[in-house]
């Protein structure tokens, strides 16, 4: 009795030779490649670049942040790099947390509150000491020399601009 040899087919199933199967490997690596690079141009095109916030529209009213360490994140995710943040031991004035950072060279003042009066109330503490513009969200400040300084890092996370006269 003679057996079939054992890559025999069923009857009328027509036989693909190996070429059509490596074209068709080619075509679907090929595919999987343009895949591929389509999803790494559009990661390159769309990352964040220096100096553009990665926040589209900061809340209106800053939001609240648990420590100044999260505020000055905010910041830097907003596109505004706040750099050797230097900590007040015991802050005064109601605040829970400040200390000090810098801005293209320009010192920031940030500071976190128990509560949104508490931040609320700081332009009229501050009054008369010398004049300073700040930007104020629900539970923190930050206190700058210049209006163009302040309207850049509210810009970046939000907040209320405030100018307090000298």
């Given at each position: 009795?003679?057996?079939?040899?054992?890559?025999?087919?069923?009857?009328?199933?027509?036989?693909?030779?190996?070429?059509?199967?490596?074209?068709?490997?080619l075509v679907t690596l090929a595919v999987v490649?343009?895949?591929?690079?389509?999803?790494?141009?559009?990661?390159?095109?769309?990352?964040?670049?220096?100096?553009?916030?990665?926040?589209?529209?900061?809340?209106?009213?800053?939001?609240?942040?648990?420590?100044?360490?999260?505020?000055?994140?905010?910041?830097g995710a907003g596109g505004v790099a706040c750099?050797?943040?230097?900590?007040?031991?015991?802050?005064?004035?109601?605040?829970?947390?400040?200390?000090?950072?810098?801005?293209?060279?320009?010192?920031?003042?940030?500071?976190?509150?128990?509560?949104?009066?508490?931040?609320?109330?700081?332009?009229?503490?501050?009054?008369?000491?010398?004049?300073?513009?700040?930007?104020?969200?629900?539970?923190?400040?930050?206190?700058?020399?210049t209006a163009a300084l302040a309207q850049r890092?509210?810009?970046?996370?939000?907040?209320?601009?405030?100018?307090?006269?000298?």
């Open positions: 009795m003679a057996y079939p040899p054992p890559y025999a087919t069923a009857p009328n199933t027509p036989q693909r030779s190996g070429w059509t199967i490596a074209a068709a490997l490649i343009a895949g591929i690079i389509g999803v790494g141009a559009y990661v390159y095109l769309n990352r964040p670049r220096p100096g553009t916030s990665t926040t589209a529209n900061p809340p209106a009213d800053g939001g609240s942040y648990a420590s100044a360490a999260a505020l000055i994140a905010a910041l750099t050797g943040y230097d900590a007040v031991a015991n802050p005064t004035g109601g605040a829970i947390s400040r200390g000090s950072c810098s801005v293209a060279g320009a010192e920031v003042v940030v500071s976190i509150y128990g509560s949104e009066a508490d931040a609320l109330a700081q332009p009229g503490r501050l009054a008369g000491l010398g004049a300073l513009d700040m930007v104020i969200g629900r539970n923190w400040t930050l206190n700058v020399d890092l509210a810009g970046a996370i939000g907040g209320r601009l405030v100018h307090v006269p000298a």
